[in-house]
């Protein structure tokens, strides 16, 4: 069986993280063989290769011209702005990941279409009617026809197999999220002008409250709760490993050990892979690296009759690139 042929449209930190997670666990199914973004191929070897926050590359990491090769897999490297311009035909590119931020649409990101990509995957929230999937959750709008996926966000990615369990064993009514989430590009390192006054402020030395959008994506993935839920952000000064607190009212009683069990058995069932149960006494920095959409932490469980209270870690990083790998391999 020939392996997927995939290209990558910006190589930044989900663009390399899905690098990394194709190699660990996809490396004798997809071949990346193309790659785009606008930095030289130097520099985005060296940043492929020493990640402050997920730590060295074990492997070989090379650059010859305009191709980067990385153990066995080799891929050219171009520096095009409009994705209408790449050369997706000539590769034979199976799925392009759309990892730039800027092409999440189907207007723009069917511009991947357009050079000879049979389907894309945007690693962010869609717009315009992008078909949302959040593996675990609602892996049945899977089909053939669609060419153009969003994987959701990494916050989604967390949030949703916890309120899919509950809803499933109690039916939720209504609920509150709060993400406790790493700093981001998108925040400044100094005080700097942004157009959220709060996040001009330097992510390494503050906790921000912003927003998120990750609740209200819930209701793309499960539709009968679109409007039940809502919530927001926290920015806190680590660079990866984050939290998600969901806080719901459920229809029936229920106690600590009967949502932790409906949590266990989810885990070893329908999400195995995309939800871990844990219980040990965990922090952030335990679970970088783990490529689960959810480690779900047993231990804070929290009822009190209808009122149910869970959390799961997640790296924002690794188990979200991890969820868009498997994809590629889901849509194929």
Known sequence: MSKIKVGINGFGRIGRMVTRSILAKYSDKIDIVGVNDLTDTNTLA?????DSSQGTFDGTVSV??????INDMSFSVTAERDPANLNWGDLGVDIVIESTGFFVDKESAGKHIEAGA????????????VKTVVLGVNDEVI??????????SCTTNCLAPMVKVLDDAFGVKKGFMTTIHAYTGDQRILDAPHKDLRSTRAAAINIIPTSTGAAKAVGLVLPHL???????AVRVPTPTGSLTYFVC???KETTAEEVNAAFKAASEGSMKGIL???TDPLVSTDIIGNPHSNIFDSDLTKVDGNLVKVIGWYD??????MRTADLILKIA
Not at 46 to 50: A, T, V
Not at 64 to 69: F, L, S
Not at 118 to 129: F, M, T
């Open 118 to 129: 049979k389907k894309v995957i945007i690693s962010a929230p869609g717009k315009g009617g």
């Open 64 to 69: 010859d011209g305009d191709k980067i090769t």
């Open 226 to 232: 679109d409007g039940k839920l809502d919530g927001g």
């Open 316 to 321: 924002n990083e690794a188990g979200y690139s």
């Open 276 to 278: 871990e149960y844990a």
């Open 46 to 50: 060296h940043l492929f290769k020493y």
């Open 249 to 251: 009212d459920v229809n």
């Open 143 to 152: 089909d053939a026809e669609t060419e153009i996926y969003s994987n959701a």
